[in-house]
């Protein structure tokens, strides 16, 4: 079943967090994600309005979404960020309707 990184992030140094997001596409393609929605348009329908950018990722299963996060290259990557480039709220999602289990 895929699985999806659904991310909440606001930009605080566009250099720095650039050498973050330059790194993404491939390590998410290892890992067999694909990017539905980075950035683009949006609309707040309801929460804080503290994040300006929204990005979907879905993956084959929650176990590839996962150790795409946990893998050296995306921690790498993320060291970036972390540093103070940007602020993120990351979930990992399983698709279907879990409301039926």
Not at 85 to 91: D, P, S
């Amino acid at each position: 079943m895929p699985a999806y990184w659904v991310a909440r992030s606001k930009i605080n140094d566009p250099a720095e967090y650039k050498k973050y997001t330059d790194r993404l596409p491939a390590i998410i393609g290892r890992h067999g994600g694909k990017v539905l929605a980075r950035g683009g348009p949006f609309r707040i329908l309801e929460g804080p309005a503290k994040f300006h950018r929204f990005v979907v990722i879905e993956f084959p299963t929650l176990e590839q979404a996962a150790a795409c996060h946990d893998s050296p290259e995306y921690t790498e990557a993320a060291a970036f960020r972390r540093s103070g480039a940007g602020e993120v709220e990351l979930v990992i999602v399983e698709g279907g309707d879990a409301t039926t289990r």
